[in-house]
């Protein structure tokens, strides 16, 4: 059978210079888009929508359950879940993309039940949910895994409705802390979570169901106080969700490895903290303006050592475009995944560019200084993707990039973007 197979195709080693504009941050939107089907009255306008594959699949979704989607512009999208019910939605959707979990919570909070197929989502080893289900069961649901034609479901049911309840999490986990607060909205009484995730996606969410008539306070703090409403109180509004930080962060760090000059525009620079000051100790220069954020690189670039962490640390999802950056600055670098169990497997695809590294268990040590050069490597996941991106804007010669889909499932016009930046990359159809 033949083919259809899109590869990204980058002649390397020119320095990115100009000025770009970031979307709306995909982790943030996906939980608002899930929220709105906990809306009974008006519609939700939902505005500064990342144009990427992870949205258009959650959209699906939803309306596969029975609400009503419009997109009236490339980044808006007007959601009446007025007609929904609780029906099991297409495997096939759902297992694409870890966020369709979202569902779980949305469901139990406007149904006081709900089913949704284990999902999907980028592999970093194992990525259970059981911190969701002891959250969930917190609030007074029964839990239990049952199978269908569609495979491992996820089901959860209340008598009459969630309770609210003080929500210890031993780990912070942004996909339970999301859940849970889908749940809680419309409980009766008070929900306190502890150990909640701070991620700005967090905040976007609460400050998205506050605007429709939620009482949510504390998000971007460990604990986050939910006063239940009745579902009646809930109401549509407009909202624009915030800037991308982890697009931000890529492109930042594809500044600095091309050791280019850009004026990233649309941030919050507040967001960007952890990632600027790493960079700033490589050797990068950041200038910090309200809305955007200038990067250049005035000398040699310098080996550092990092670990990933939950918000305010540094981004788990920043960990692979860090590394193609420790690949092409001088010394001896030490990276630490402090988040997934299993986030180096893409490693082997830079040492096929030349990249001097070495992983032990969650530790990559790299050593750095030498080119990059160009060769046929693959998007392992989505962030993975993005860093070959970066190393091969970075190498000496031609770099192939296969499996594209994964990048397009988080990064919006990502060849325009860098072509406006000055990079030669294209995106090919080839025949296998
Ligand atoms: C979200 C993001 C993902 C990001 C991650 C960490 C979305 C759609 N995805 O993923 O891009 O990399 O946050 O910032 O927003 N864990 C458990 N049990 C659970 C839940 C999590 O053991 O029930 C573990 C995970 O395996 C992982 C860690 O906790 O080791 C953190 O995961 P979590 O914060 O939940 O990540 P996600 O919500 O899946």
């Given at each position: ?17 100009g000025e770009i504009e ?148 031993d780990d912070v986990s ?70 991308d930080m982890i697009e ?185």
């Amino acid at each position: 059978m033949v083919k259809n197979m899109k590869k990204l195709v980058i002649n390397g080693a020119k320095p990115l210079v100009g000025e770009i504009e970031i979307g709306g941050m995909k982790n943030g939107a996906l939980p608002i888009i899930f929220a709105s089907l906990l809306i009974t009255k008006g519609t939700c306008t939902l505005e500064n929508l990342p144009a990427v594959k992870d949205i258009d699949l959650s959209l699906e979704i939803i309306e596969s359950l029975g609400a009503k989607v419009e997109r009236t512009d490339k980044h808006t999208a007007v959601i009446d879940a007025s007609g929904v019910s609780v029906k099991e939605p297409p495997a096939a959707l759902v297992r694409k993309m870890r966020a369709s979990y979202y569902l779980l919570g949305a469901e139990l909070g406007r149904f006081g039940t709900a089913v949704v197929q284990y999902p999907g989502g980028c592999d970093f080893g194992g990525r259970p949910i059981d911190r969701h289900i002891k959250g969930f069961e917190f609030l007074g649901a029964k839990v239990t895994e049952t199978f269908s034609e569609s495979g491992k479901c996820v089901r959860a049911t209340t008598d009459g409705g969630v309770v609210g309840a003080n929500v210890f999490f031993d780990d912070v986990s942004v996909g339970a802390t999301v859940n849970v607060m889908l749940a809680a909205v419309c409980a009766k009484g008070v929900t306190v979570i502890e150990n909640a995730a701070r991620e700005p996606h967090v905040v976007d969410l609460a400050n998205f169901l506050n605007t429709c008539g939620a009482q949510v306070f504390g998000a971007g703090t460990p604990t986050i106080k939910i006063t239940g409403v009745d579902k009646s109180e809930l109401h549509g509004s407009t909202y624009a969700v915030a800037p991308d930080m982890i697009e931000a962060g890529t492109y930042m760090v594809a500044a600095a490895a091309t050791r280019g000059n850009v004026l990233i525009k649309n941030v919050i620079p507040k967001h960007l903290e952890a990632t600027s000051t790493k960079l700033e100790e490589m050797g990068v220069k950041i200038v910090e303006n309200d809305d955007s954020v200038q990067v250049s690189v005035p000398g040699e670039l310098s080996a550092t050592n990092m670990k990933t962490l939950p918000y305010p640390g540094i981004p788990t999802d920043m960990q692979p475009q860090f590394c193609v950056l420790m690949c092409v600055a001088n010394g001896v670098s030490r990276l630490v995944e402090g988040v997934f169990d299993n986030r180096f497997q893409y490693v082997d695809q830079l040492r096929r560019m030349g990249a001097n590294i070495e992983v032990n268990g969650k530790v990559a040590t790299i050593s750095g200084g030498s080119p990059l050069y160009g060769a046929a490597v693959s998007a392992l996941d989505l962030r993975a993707g993005a860093a070959m991106v970066i190393a091969g804007l970075c190498a000496n010669g031609k770099t192939e990039i296969d499996n594209v889909n994964y990048i397009n499932r988080g990064y919006e016009d990502i060849v325009e973007k860098l072509r406006a930046l000055g990079a030669d990359i294209s995106l090919i159809n080839e025949e296998d």
